[in-house]
């Protein structure tokens, strides 16, 4: 099977390699990619499980759509439209009570980033939705900023941006009597930042409203509490952030784990992608990558 040019050219899976090696995939192994995207991990999971299962779930429905095509000449997958955190309950669905190796990619995929009128990138003028899942009735970016305070607003620029002018940002952002879009937002970021930091202040900006619009953290704490309950002794989980926060969580998480006994740690420090995978995929730089092992 080929995939179309242009497909191949918007996601490149991360530490695709590391990630294959580490669910130590067996053939006839059951494996969820609780992160499907475009399928570029599952794909070569599907390669590897001749006589297994894979289970693909993905909030965004194009996503799960545009995989579903690309990996239509495998036929031992089902995909699921829904919330990773919610894998135990497809799990009861597929009569499964537990798996080889679960995977997460986290954040979003340079698909989503580059896709025109979703909000992600500040680099497409449009609508500030955001919403991975956009048959979510929750709230989109753009109707957060407006419910939000400033001191709210602050809070999250901080602790999920980084961003050390999030208070001046969060003010004028707040100021505007303007319908909020992409456009709106980045004029206010440049009254405050030197032209030579704006790109790497957007990015933050619109990462740290992407993961309040979509509740990123509290969707991996409440994975992560569950997680270990569906693993077969011996059963893998490789988790990818490209977050600090997020990788913190999963570290404390897999460090309470194993004080319990429950799960083994593979690599004491995460594992970062190589220096060529970095200069091929900007997008990969920030990857990190924890890798547990349930204890027998
Ligand atoms: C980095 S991409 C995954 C890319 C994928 N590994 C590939 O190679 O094509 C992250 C994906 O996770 C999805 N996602 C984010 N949070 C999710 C959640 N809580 N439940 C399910 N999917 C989620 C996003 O919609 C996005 O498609």
Do not use: C, W
């Amino acid at each position: 099977m080929t995939d179309s040019p242009s497909i191949n050219s918007i996601h490149n899976p991360v530490m695709l390699m590391e990630s294959l090696e580490n669910l130590k995939i067996k053939k006839n192994g059951i494996y969820i990619d609780g992160t499907l995207g475009l399928g570029g991990h599952s794909k070569e999971i599907l390669k590897n499980i001749k006589s297994g299962f894979l289970i693909g779930i993905d909030r965004d429905y194009e996503s799960i759509m545009i995989a579903k095509n690309r990996l239509s000449s495998f036929k031992n997958f089902q995909f699921y439209h829904d919330n990773y955190k919610n894998f135990h309950f497809i799990l009861e669905n597929e009569g499964i009570k537990k798996v080889d190796g679960i995977l997460l990619d986290l954040g979003l995929s340079s698909y989503q980033l580059e896709n025109n009128g979703r909000g992600f990138s500040h680099k497409f003028e449009s609508e500030l939705d955001m919403r991975f899942d956009k048959s979510d009735d929750g709230l989109k970016a753009r109707d957060l900023i407006e419910k939000y305070s400033v001191e709210q607003l602050k809070n999250i620029f901080r602790e999920f941006g980084e961003e050390r002018n999030a208070l001046k940002i969060a003010k004028l952002i707040k100021e505007s009597d303007k319908e909020i879009n992409v456009k709106n937002i980045t004029r206010k970021i440049d009254r405050v930042t030197p032209t030579r930091f704006r790109l790497k202040t957007y990015s933050r900006i619109f990462q740290a409203l992407r993961i309040e619009t979509n509740d990123e953290i509290e969707h991996l704490k409440d994975f992560l509490n569950v997680f270990i309950d569906y693993l077969k002794p011996g059963g893998r989980i490789v988790i990818i952030s490209y977050h600090s926060i997020e990788d913190r969580i999963v570290k404390h998480s897999f460090k309470n784990l194993k004080l319990k006994n429950e799960l083994k740690l593979i690599v004491k420090k995460p594992m970062i992608p190589t220096d060529i995978e970095v200069s091929e995929n900007k997008r990969s730089r920030s990857a990190k990558m924890r890798i547990g092992e349930k204890n027998a």
